[in-house]
């Protein structure tokens, strides 16, 4: 079952900071952030296992609480750089990535 | 650059055409995935190798046919597709077959049109 993404677009000058959301409706077991660039492959960021923890990655950070079946994309300080479409990737436990439709942003001087 | 390479970077064929994607990967990775991704829409899995043999077929039509040469190479055979085909193709690989704890590495993808 695909997750759910919000925003589905948000647009920050550089230096501000931006939260995207990824919620299940289905228990998982981990959840997977990745960044694509228009006309590039995705890129992993990072992957949260059930537990809670807080992962960074450079001044992008995310959390995962299970229990709410979600998980944040903490964007902090955003450069120009950070301009993309983010997505989350859920899965149930050893069961194929399922991935949300994405966020797009867009980072403006 | 990525580490996952995909060949070629653009295909444009009729339906009547047999083509092949060509996919490689030397990180010693043991699972391997075909996605196909359309503008402005998440990528969509089709198929997972694992250990070189066929783990996952997501309810993919015949005229897409995987093969997996060896812990390398994957290749996705072309064949009779329709215009709806028309997408990006994209390989991934990830080091061991539990998909949930590990990072997948996806190649720059083949752009595919069907006339």
């Known amino acids: 079952q695909q997750p759910v993404q919000s925003p589905q677009a948000v647009i920050l000058r550089e230096g501000e900071d931006a939260v995207i959301n990824c919620s299940s409706s289905k228990a998982l077991y981990s959840v997977h952030w990745y960044r694509q660039k228009h006309g590039e492959a995705p890129v992993f960021l990072m992957i949260?296992?059930?537990?809670?923890e807080q992962k960074g990655h450079e001044k992008i950070s995310a959390s995962f609480n299970e229990k709410k079946q979600q998980s944040s994309l903490y964007l902090t300080a955003s450069q120009l750089s950070y301009s993309g479409t983010y997505f989350c990737?859920?899965?149930?436990?050893?069961?194929?990535?399922?991935f949300g439709k994405g966020t797009r942003l867009s980072v403006i001087a | 650059d990525t580490e996952v390479t995909q060949t070629p970077k653009h295909l444009v064929m009729g339906m009547t055409n047999k083509k092949s994607l060509k996919c490689e990967q030397h990180?010693?990775?043991?699972?391997m995935y075909w996605y196909k991704q359309k503008a402005k829409k998440p990528p969509e899995l089709m198929f997972v190798?694992?250990?070189?043999?066929?783990?996952i077929n997501e309810s993919v039509p015949s005229r897409f046919s995987p093969e997996c040469p060896n812990s390398s190479l994957l290749n996705l055979h072309l064949h009779a597709l329709q215009p709806e085909d028309s997408a990006l193709y994209l390989c991934a690989s990830s080091q061991g077959v539990r998909v949930g704890d590990e990072p997948q590495h996806f190649g720059d993808g083949t752009r595919l049109s069907i006339l």
């Open positions: 990180m010693g990775h043991r699972a």
């Open positions: 949260l296992l059930k537990g809670g």
């Open positions: 190798y694992s250990y070189e043999k066929l783990s």
């Open positions: 990737g859920t899965e149930k436990g050893n069961t194929p990535l399922v």
